[in-house]
């Protein structure tokens, strides 16, 4: 596979070259995504389109040779997702270094996931309307990610969801995504279920679209092989992304267990998806594939940000300095900015020895530490 630049596009050349299976039982990277990219001829526009530009306008057809036109942050994600997931990470963060944002401002925004708080919720019978209010006036957090789990018979609620957006307005507080669970397996082996789980997630984007979100989080749940698995996962999303871009709202995974939280065969499924509108939204401490097998944090981040469009800070406990003691956000936050991502990062305490209020505040303040340390090293000579 070879790029080269030409006149201000970027063109991808690609044949396939031979496969080397790795010892390992779960199959190369190359060998899963080459026929998804053999003989073809892909013609990069250096506009950004809104993802729900997914017209087939750009795509024609010859026989023998296909030729596609896709925007050069696509470009970008897939073939550093690629790099990323064989292990050329170095490679794969030098394609966003030119692409990340010149303007001055922060490294990243921070946002707070409802999630941090669902003892709260789901045992103190919070109203889930406070929520804005109480990420702004508790936590100073002005922006927020939903979890459908506490308010799930209300995503046609009109009425629910216009005083929701009503009391994030009235704070100054963003809606960015709504987390969304027991909605059905996206990966089902039944067609028929997994288009069921397609349809069950659609009122959710309608939900996200009205509240002025970018996205809704989902589960490649499935069953079966590994390359099943991918193959099925994949379809349900492909479906669900593409209703998703009619909303201007976008379907990204979260590492959620099971095969979800290997890195490689996320990327991969995303990459399969083959849809600008959906992308991954890496969760620091979500990594434990089974019970007693857990995939390198570090490693599946890297494989993950190419396609990311939010991340989560997991946190668990910290120590008397402030960090936290299982993951280091140093390292986490040096990943993700190396792929030129500048957008919310969203606090999500899920551990038992602080407060929930505590865990929130002790997260916050260190993604602000780390912002500032990282900031003074990007700042020009």
């Keep these: 596979m ?18 080397l299976r790795p010892s390992s039982q779960q199959p190369a990277l190359d060998e899963l995504l080459v026929p998804c990219l053999g003989q073809t001829r892909i013609h990069v526009r250096s506009s950004k389109p809104d993802i729900a530009d997914n017209s087939n306008s750009d795509i024609t057809h010859n026989k023998g040779t296909h030729s596609m036109t896709i925007s050069r942050r696509s470009f970008m994600s897939t073939s550093a997702g690629l790099l990323a997931s064989m292990g050329f990470s170095s490679l794969a963060r030098g394609l966003f270094a030119a692409e990340a944002p010149g303007e001055q401002g922060p490294l990243f925004k921070i946002s707070l996931a409802q999630w941090s708080l669902h003892r709260r919720f789901f045992n103190d019978k919070v109203d889930p309307l406070d929520f804005p209010k109480i990420s702004k006036t508790e936590f100073g957090i002005e922006a927020v990610e939903y979890v459908n789990q506490f308010f799930k018979d209300k995503a046609t609620d009109r009425a629910f969801l216009g005083e929701l957006k009503k009391r994030a307005d009235d704070h100054g507080v963003t809606s960015v995504l709504i987390m969304c669970d027991k909605e059905g397996a996206l990966g089902d082996a039944d067609e028929k279920k997994r288009y069921e789980a397609v349809d069950n997630h659609k009122k959710w984007v309608e939900a996200a679209k009205f509240l002025g979100c970018h996205s809704i989080r989902v589960n490649a749940q499935s069953s079966g092989s590994y390359l099943e698995q991918m193959k099925l996962a994949a379809d349900g999303l492909r479906k669900l992304s593409e209703f998703g871009a009619t909303h201007g709202i976008n379907i990204i995974v979260e590492n959620h267990g099971g095969l979800s939280s290997n890195g490689t065969w996320l990327a991969s499924t995303i990459h399969t998806a083959n849809h600008p509108g959906c992308g991954t939204l890496p969760d620091f401490g979500n ?32 120590d008397d300095a402030g960090n936290e003691t299982k993951i280091d956000f140093r390292k986490m936050l040096s990943i993700v900015l190396s792929y030129g991502y500048r957008s919310w990062v969203g606090v999500e305490y899920e551990g038992n020895k602080h407060s929930e209020a505590e865990g929130i505040k002790l997260t916050k303040k260190l993604l602000e530490t780390v912002r500032e340390e990282l900031s003074q090293k990007t700042l020009p000579n």
């Design 2 to 19: 070879k790029a080269f630049e030409s006149g201000g596009a970027f063109h991808l050349d690609t044949n396939p070259p031979k496969v």
């Design 287 to 318: 990594f434990k594939i089974e019970k007693r097998i857990e995939y390198d944090m570090y490693k599946g981040t890297e494989e993950l940000m190419p396609f990311a469009k939010g991340v989560s800070a997991k946190s668990f406990e910290f």
